[in-house]
């Protein structure tokens, strides 16, 4: 078996004949042409339905998943189409009480028409196969967006099993490359490749990978009716970034593990979560189903003023909104209305020298 690199830069490629590019680059088409009508469904025929593109990346992802994958626009209208997908009106629906905002408001807006019994459950919390009972589908994040808490994802798999459930774990923060759910237990793994899969902050898209074809075939079918279909180009650049992805997420756990320890000890910052650091609470449950860490970290300041003078004062950290980028961010969780003190910092290290961003951050807090 090829080590993660490897897989990396291999993955989805096609056979390859003399005087091929490395990588075909993108298909720009709404029409293909037909070549008679007993070809019809055989071929591609019009570009809300099909792409060579999107295949090559499906091909790539599904392979570092080890399942079906389906390319979607973004992570919220892959998390969106799975639901709509595997949800009937009157379901249970388990949720992350901890998890990204956005997910519970498209339950609680969009779907309300479904009337679902919808069970928040936080990710660290103590589960007993009580809490799954009558449920459809289990929606797991872990780690956690933005608390960075851990769950056990085979155990929770084993209690939605038993109770008849579907379980789906949102796998962005940790990556295909530092998690595999379906290896777990889970049957869905959903991610926005916003974040560390492209990880250069200029394209949205995101995906469903399943160990079930007949559920890869029914989101499939889904995206094409509803028209959530990613674009060409920015699905080939999807492809050619996630070469690199081994290469980045080893820089920025470097970046994030040298960063958390050094915070840790500095007294105007408290709250330090990060799965790789050894007195961690997540770190036990972490090390068991982690393959590797993430550069995704979180901290907490006195106020929000803190953190825009730490922002200010820094020459290598922005503020943004996402994480999962060569750039370093810091993003103010609570101004998005997580509910979370007004210094939370979600933090995503990005691929700068490591002494140098410790030293900047460092020097923006002192």
Same mark, same amino acid.
């Given at each position: 078996m090829f080590g993660d690199g490897t897989r990396c830069v291999h993955a989805g490629e096609p056979e390859a004949g003399a005087g091929d590019p490395f990588m075909p /680059?993108?298909?720009?088409? =709404?029409?293909?042409?037909? /070549? /008679? =009508?007993?070809?019809v469904?055989? =071929?591609?025929?019009? /570009?809300?339905a099909g792409n060579p593109g999107w295949r090559a990346l499906e091909r790539a992802l599904g392979e570092l998943d080890r399942g079906h994958c389906v390319l979607f626009p973004s992570g919220m209208a892959a998390i969106g189409t799975l639901l709509r997908t595997l949800l009937r009106e009157g379901d249970t629906l388990v949720l992350p009480a901890d998890g990204y905002y956005a997910t519970r408001e498209f339950v609680r807006t969009e779907l309300s028409e479904l009337n679902l019994r919808v069970r928040r459950l936080p990710t660290a919390g103590e589960l007993s196969g009580e809490d799954f009972a009558g449920a459809r589908v289990v929606l797991l994040e872990t780690p956690s967006n933005p608390g960075l808490d851990v769950c056990d994802i085979e155990m929770v798999a084993e209690y939605a099993h038993r109770a008849g459930a579907l379980v789906a774990v949102d796998n962005t923060t940790a990556t295909p490359l530092g998690q595999r759910p379906l290896e777990l237990g889970a049957d869905v793994v959903v991610a926005s490749d916003t974040k560390a899969v492209c990880g250069h902050s200029d394209l949205l898209l995101g995906h469903v990978s399943t160990a079930d074809r007949e559920t890869a075939e029914r989101l499939n079918r889904a995206r094409g009716l509803s028209g959530a279909v990613p674009a060409p180009f920015e699905t080939w650049l999807a492809h050619r970034s996630l070469a690199t992805l081994d290469l980045r997420l080893e820089r920025q756990a470097a970046n994030a593990a040298a960063l958390a320890a050094a915070l840790v000890e500095h007294p105007a910052v408290s709250g330090v979560r990060w799965p790789g650091l050894p007195s961690d609470p997540a770190h036990e449950t972490a090390a068991r189903q982690m393959r590797r860490w993430g550069g995704v970290l979180r901290f907490e300041l006195p106020d929000a003023a803190s953190v825009e003078r730490m922002l200010e004062r820094s020459h290598l950290v922005s503020g943004a909104t996402s994480f999962g980028g060569v750039h370093s961010t810091a993003d103010r969780r609570a101004q998005w209305g997580d509910p979370v003190p007004e210094g939370f910092v979600r933090f995503s290290a990005g691929c700068e020298d490591t002494e140098d961003l410790v030293a900047d951050v460092l020097g923006a807090l002192d």
């Open positions: /680059g993108p298909v720009f088409a =709404a029409p293909y042409h037909l /070549g /008679g =009508a007993d070809r469904g055989e =071929a591609d025929f019009y /570009g809300r």
